[in-house]
């Protein structure tokens, strides 16, 4: 017979309550620090515009590349509310041959990189040094694909005023 002459083994118990709540402590930070760095980033966008560094890093990366994929006179770059972040695309087939956009705190990228910031300084068993270079490179990745976003708006724009002429965005 199988399993003659081997003693049976005892049932392993579950987790105690104790290890229970110490897992979830553990899962739980990552929400309560997540919403901690929400209520940061309402602070200190609440006066409008408050990242117009990073926003008139963007508007004019934005602006140049427009400039130089799409052709001379496809786009201009002018202030609004202070901060030079207006980008203005022009076409012959946009409502009105332009398409005023801004570059908003909350286009601006910065939200998703503190929300990746914080999980990658929440994460266990990896020295600081490679935590501050990986924050480095994904906000870098988040910024770049953040101006692509932008950039690719033109023909995507320009598709749509075709497919749907004479109506305003």
Known sequence: MAG???PLQEEVEDLSWAEVAKLGQGYLRIPFALLLVEI????I???????GLIQESEAWIWYH???LIYGPGTATLSEYNGWTTLVTLKHPDFWADQIRLYVSD??????EMLFISTLIVMTDGVSQRLKLRSIAVMCGIVYVLNIVRLVAF?????EDCLANPNQPP
Request: aromatic residues 18%; proline residues 7%.
């Open 4 to 6: 003659e002459g081997k």
């Open 40 to 43: 940061f980033y309402w602070f």
């Open 45 to 51: 966008t609440q006066p409008t515009n408050t990242l």
């Open 65 to 67: 590349l427009t400039e």
């Open 106 to 111: 909350e286009c601006a990228g910065v939200h």
């Open 154 to 158: 033109y023909p995507i724009a320009v």
